[in-house]
């Protein structure tokens, strides 16, 4: 069995709402595979990281695969009016009974802004 992220990574904007974040379950279909999907909320605030329940909303579920191969669950995101440079945070997918694993990131993009080449900055002429 292994299971998997659909995606490396994930880019979303704040305006979007939510983000829809999927899992590959392959390998023995025949049985029911509980799969923990969850966002890393560390609760450190460093520049670039986002925050959860300010920037989205934290994420803890149960995924219970059976036949199918692909379930997805939307983490919902907190708009602001603050002008940010993108910021990320991290979901993580465990097997119930541990043999299987994987991380993934998710990029937040201010609403407020264009960017050019994930810059803030350089948008400031």
């Known amino acids: 069995m292994s299971i998997e992220f659909s995606r490396a990574d ?3 904007r704040e305006a979007d709402m939510s983000v829809e974040i999927c899992v590959n379950l392959t390998g023995d279909l025949d049985r029911v595979v509980q799969v923990q999907l969850s966002t890393l909320d560390n609760g450190t605030v460093l ?3 986002a925050i959860p329940d300010i920037d989205y909303q934290s994420l ?3 995924l219970d695969f059976g036949e ?3 379930m997805c669950r939307m983490v919902q995101l907190i708009p602001d009016l603050f002008l940010e440079n993108v910021e990320i945070f991290m979901a993580s997918i465990v097997s119930v009974d541990a043999t299987a694993s994987d991380r993934t990131t998710v990029s937040l993009l201010d609403s407020n802004r264009e960017f050019k080449n994930n810059c803030l ?3 400031l002429n």
Request: a negative charge; hydrophobic letters at 25%.
């Open 10 to 12: 994930y880019t979303a």
């Open 121 to 123: 900055a350089c948008d």
């Open 68 to 70: 199918e191969g692909l």
């Open 47 to 49: 520049p670039g990281l």
């Open 60 to 62: 803890s579920t149960t």
